[in-house]
């Protein structure tokens, strides 16, 4: 009851936030914060999977795992902006800079800036995480310690299934040292640079991953990391907002600093926890799409960025 009380309370938060900024837009003077998120204005969504929001019924793009529930969309239609959203699960900085993604389907998307235009207004990017395999691993070592909890193995075997996993198209490599936190710092200047210079007008907002492990690196049933291994899930996420947070700094973007209090563990998460295949029916989609932002999550993003461009 509690989840519902609090879900239902934030989407009517979400609700009068984007009241407010309509009506903002339709005053006289308005300042260029402000004017990007005029009716109409041209907006355009790039990132990763916790921008496309996979796992979010309903889906849209098959390919992408893209939702029309993610925070581009929900933005985006509670302010009437016009919304080119190339957001796609799987995607690095380079696949927003200069290289076409290839999917799981066979298809080749085209690199996620050509989708902006001197028109646009507004420019949200969400990306980092899979250059650094940040989920990715989390992921893989999640399900080499639910197969050893399953098959009642001792711990130490643990490494072996979680390899096993790796095996199967997981990964296993988290960021290693500064070097890689420095190769997303430069790619996310160049995206935010070649925004400018594509579209001088538009405001460029780097919207923070929602985290899977806290800043005490908890972990619990629905995030099964060791304790080592929680420890160096956070250590990477500080490392990536802290990359994104000098990007924007160096580039002239705002950031979008997410909450850090509604992780899996806790009782109102806005990122889902990991998808068992063990104790359920096995769904590769499922398991690919553990630890990423739920639609609270989503709703939550949306509102704080309505509240940004309204202020």
């Known amino acids: 009851m509690d989840k519902v009380v609090d879900t239902v309370a934030r989407r009517t938060k979400l609700f009068r936030t984007l009241v407010i900024a309509a009506a903002a837009v339709t005053s006289a003077g308005l300042s260029p914060a402000v004017a990007v ?94 250059d650094l395999r940040l989920v990715g691993t989390m992921i893989t070592q999640s399900c080499g310690n639910a197969a050893a909890q399953a098959f009642s193995l001792p711990t130490a075997a643990a490494e072996v299934a979680t390899r096993g996993c790796a095996l199967g198209g997981g990964e296993l490599a988290g960021p290693s040292m500064d070097t890689d936190y420095g190769r997303v710092e430069q790619a996310l200047v160049r995206i935010a640079d070649a925004v400018h210079a594509k579209a001088p007008d538009a405001r460029v907002l780097f919207v923070d991953y929602l985290p899977v492990v806290d800043r005490e690196a908890t972990s619990c049933t629905t995030v099964p990391l060791q304790p080592h291994q929680a420890s160096a899930a956070r250590a990477g996420y500080d490392g990536l907002l802290a990359a994104t947070a000098r990007a924007a700094r160096s580039a002239g973007a705002d950031v979008i600093e997410v909450d ?51 202020r």
Not at 55 to 68: H, K, L, Q, Y
Not at 103 to 121: F, K
Not at 280 to 287: E, N, Q
């Open 37 to 130: 998120a005029q009716p109409g204005a041209q907006y355009v969504a790039l990132g990763s999977s916790y921008a496309a929001g996979p796992g979010i019924a309903p889906v849209v793009d098959t390919g992408c795992a893209r939702s029309a529930q993610n925070y581009p969309r929900l933005l985006a239609d509670a302010l009437g902006l016009a919304l080119s959203d190339v957001t796609c699960s799987g995607a690095t900085t380079a696949h927003i800079l200069d290289t076409a993604q290839r999917l799981r389907d066979g298809r080749s998307v085209p690199v996620q800036l050509d989708a902006v235009t001197a028109d646009t207004r507004l420019v949200t990017v969400t990306v980092g995480g899979n």
């Open 260 to 310: 850090q209090t509604h992780t899996p563990c806790t009782s109102t998460p806005w990122v889902t926890g990991f998808a068992d295949p063990f104790t359920r029916t096995p769904d590769l989609a499922a398991v690919m799409s553990s630890y990423h932002p739920n639609l609270d999550g989503m709703t939550a993003i949306a509102e704080q960025i309505a509240d940004l461009i309204s």
